[in-house]
Nanobody
Framework: QVQLVESGGGLVQAGGSLRLSCAGS????????MAWYRQAPGKQRELVAT???????NYADSVKGRFTISRDNANNTVYLQMNSLKFEDTAVYYC????????WGRGTQVTVSS
């Protein structure tokens, strides 16, 4: 059974930092492109960042220079370091694993107070 479990969300003041983690099980982690998505209330889910099995990264323009995605294939974990958080970063953040199939975690809430 494939599981992606996010953690690390919470309440933080604008300008602060959080580090999200996503622990995967049931898949050969290094074969998957890992990504973080987010969904704010009343909005569509949007892509935040991706990282390939070899470590190549891509970011949404809105988070470039503030967020960093990384992965530890040995421990089946992907991270999202979020710095200089803004109110508009408030959302539920979801972990995604993509190969020929897609897997999603259940999400972790990030709330940034202004």
């Amino acid at each position: 059974q494939v599981q992606l479990v996010e953690s690390g969300g919470g309440l933080v003041q604008a300008g602060g930092s959080l580090r999200l983690s996503c622990a995967g099980s049931g898949i050969i982690f290094r074969f998957y492109v890992m990504a973080w998505y987010r969904q704010a209330p009343g909005k569509q889910r949007e892509l935040v960042a991706t990282i390939s099995g070899g470590g190549s990264t891509n970011y949404a323009d809105s988070v470039k220079g503030r967020f960093t995605i990384s992965r530890d294939n040995a421990n089946n974990t992907v991270y999202l370091q979020m710095n200089s958080l803004k109110f508009e970063d408030t959302a539920v953040y979801y972990c995604n694993a993509a190969s020929s199939v897609l897997y999603w975690g259940r999400g972790t809430q990030v709330t940034v107070s202004s």
